[in-house]
């Protein structure tokens, strides 16, 4: 097996691509992935400041870290989830990254600095925990980021999570998710644009990335998501993808050049139907359709809630 560039050993086989690359070339391949998919996509310009949103996991830390080597300003915010053990390591993978390179890492606790956490949320909500942890990580990466000025949110999401979440929105065909699902979303109303540079390099990539560059990371999965869809719809994708190689690029990406325009009415339609009145919270002066945003009803309905400790929820459905 040999480097497709320099012709020396190869260390990893990327079917997808039909190419073999050394650690060097590898290296430099992820990079020129992202450097195509930031041109592409106008993600961003060369000048401009952006707020990783970083978890701890190889994605988030693998983006910032290849940023950083295109020569972008980028700084981390990590926020501190609640979510037991998994969170106090998490964002110790987070601050160790920035402490031996250097770099600004922003911090906040949803349990300190706004009296909850996402297993109390859940229990609370009577919902699954996603569905408050996705609530406050949108509202506080977004909030970071126009109150710290930068002109974009990265996120590690890569091909394999854009893939899974193509296929469950196509499975139900919700054309409003659909018109929406795009590697970048402008800045509108109060909201900071949003990017994700590592739409072209997948799972196993990213881990190799980390592992070569010398990057320690969270393994583990969020306890939380056990049972979620969309592991499942990884798990679909990848035995199609071990007899086709390359279908999970061509699944998403042609859904960019060939679909994703033909949803856009469906999408432009939603936005207008909910935040046609779009004001300002009351309480955190961030961009709300109602007088307190849902981020601040959340801390206001979780505040007199005992906390739940891990392995005690009980009721919440799933
Ligand atoms: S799996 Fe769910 S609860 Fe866990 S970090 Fe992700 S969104 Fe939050
Ligand atoms: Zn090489
Ligand atoms: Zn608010």
């Known amino acids: 097996m040999k480097c497709r560039t320099c012709r020396g050993p190869a260390i990893i086989d990327l079917k997808a691509h039909n190419a073999n690359f050394c650690a ?26 952006v707020l990783v949103a970083v978890s701890g996991g190889k994605d988030s830390l693998a983006v910032w870290d290849i940023l950083l080597e295109l020569g972008y300003q980028a700084d981390g915010f990590v926020i501190g989830l609640g979510i037991g053990e998994y969170s106090e390591t998490s964002t110790g993978y987070a601050r160790a990254f920035a402490s031996e390179r250097g770099l600004t890492l922003h911090e906040t606790s949803l349990r300190d600095d706004h009296g909850f956490d996402v297993p109390t949320a859940a229990e609370v909500t009577r919902r699954v925990p996603c569905s408050a942890c996705g609530l406050s990580k949108r509202h506080l990466f977004d909030k970071a980021a126009i109150d710290g000025g930068y002109d974009a ?15 469950g929105n196509t ?27 590592l739409v072209r ?13 010398g990057i320690d990371y969270i393994v583990e999965e969020c306890p939380m998501a056990a049972g979620n869809k969309h592991l499942r719809y990884k798990e679909a994708l990848n035995a199609i993808e ?3 190689p390359g279908s999970k690029h061509a699944f998403y990406h042609e859904f960019l050049s060939k679909a994703a325009d033909r949803f ?15 004001g300002t919270c009351t309480r955190c002066g961030s961009p709300s359709s109602n007088e307190v945003c849902a981020f601040c009803l959340l801390v206001e309905r979780t505040a007199d809630a005992v906390p739940v400790t891990l392995g005690e929820r009980r009721g919440a459905r799933r």
């Open 153 to 167: 949110v990265a996120t590690g999401h890569n091909l394999d999570d854009e893939a899974a979440v193509l296929f």
């Open 242 to 244: 071990a007899e086709s």
């Open 201 to 213: 390099l997948g799972e196993r990539e990213m881990a190799a990335y980390c592992v070569i560059r």
């Open 264 to 278: 856009a009415d469906d999408a432009a339609g939603a936005i207008a139907d909910g935040t046609s009145e779009l």
């Open 171 to 197: 499975l139900r065909w919700n054309t409003e998710y659909l018109g929406r699902q795009r590697p970048v979303l402008p800045a509108r109303d109060g909201f900071p644009r949003k990017i994700k540079p």
């Open 24 to 49: 060097e070339h590898f290296l430099a391949f992820c990079r020129e992935q992202v450097a195509r998919a930031i041109k592409k996509h106008r993600m961003l310009g060369p000048d401009e400041r």
